[in-house]
């Protein structure tokens, strides 16, 4: 079966750190380009950041900008987003997304079914 | 502008027609993407590109536009349809990403 798998939620105080994991099982995504969406519970999706399918090249947010980073290890067909100086806002279920990026649109095609970060004292 | 606006709510009747619509300037550069989500689940990708629809979709979801508005169709709404649809677009810049903030249709 082809799924995205994430881990590493749960909760964190102000000011703390975390780091998420993503790794696909039953598909290589180190052809593609890769994305992390949030989504406080009871609202809307809101994309986080991306990172290219050769690293090359990153962007985020600016909301997480200096704060999240996003990475990517080929060799264990994993996505990361280390989360610093976190924030209550930041306090969202997180997912982990392949893209199939084209020059007019980018389908995000397969989704994992979601970690949750939870940022309270 | 890197906003995509959406009609916050929808309904329909039991095997109508609904047309859901996404606005925004950076539709003028990209298509929009759609996504349904259903409670309790991640969103699912339902019309991509021009009017691409993944297998397993059905051909009633369908998509069009006109200017800087991208529209989802649903022909013969079916109950199962009931769900929050997202659109999504890169910004103006192309280097970020941008949802609207998501429609609710309900399927009477």
């Known amino acids: 079966e082809v799924q995205l798998v994430e881990s590493g939620g749960g909760l964190v105080q102000p000011g703390g750190s975390v780091r998420l994991s993503c790794a696909g099982s039953?598909?290589?995504?180190?052809?593609?380009?890769m994305h992390w969406v949030r989504q406080t519970p009871g609202r809307g999706l809101v994309w986080v950041s991306r990172?290219?399918?050769?690293?090359?090249?990153?962007s985020y947010a600016d909301s997480v900008k200096g704060r999240f980073t996003i990475s990517r290890d080929k060799a264990k067909n994993t996505l990361y987003l280390q989360m610093n100086s976190l924030r209550a806002e930041d306090t969202a279920v997180y997912y982990c997304?392949?893209?199939?990026?084209?020059?007019?649109?980018?389908?995000?095609?397969?989704w994992g079914q979601g970690t949750m970060v939870t940022v309270s004292s | 502008s890197s906003d995509l606006t959406q009609d916050p709510a929808v309904s329909v009747a039991l095997g109508q027609t609904v047309r859901i619509t996404c606005q925004g300037d950076?539709?003028?550069?990209?298509?929009a993407t759609w996504y349904q989500q259903k409670p309790g689940q991640a969103p699912v990708l339902v019309i991509y590109?021009?009017?691409s629809r993944p297998s397993g979709i059905p051909d009633r979801f369908s998509g069009s536009r006109s200017g800087n508005t991208d529209f989802l169709t649903i022909t013969g709404a079916q109950a199962e349809d009931e769900a929050d649809y997202y659109c999504?677009?890169?910004?103006?810049?192309?280097?970020?990403?941008?949802f609207g903030g998501g429609t609710k249709l309900t399927v009477l």
């Open positions: 997304v392949r893209a199939i990026t084209m020059i007019t649109h980018d389908a995000f095609d397969i």
């Open positions: 039953g598909l290589n995504f180190s052809s593609f380009w």
């Open positions: 990172i290219k399918n050769d690293e090359s090249d990153t």
């Open positions: 950076s539709l003028r550069l990209y298509y």
């Open positions: 590109g021009r009017n």
């Open positions: 999504k677009s890169r910004d103006s810049s192309g280097n970020q990403w941008v």
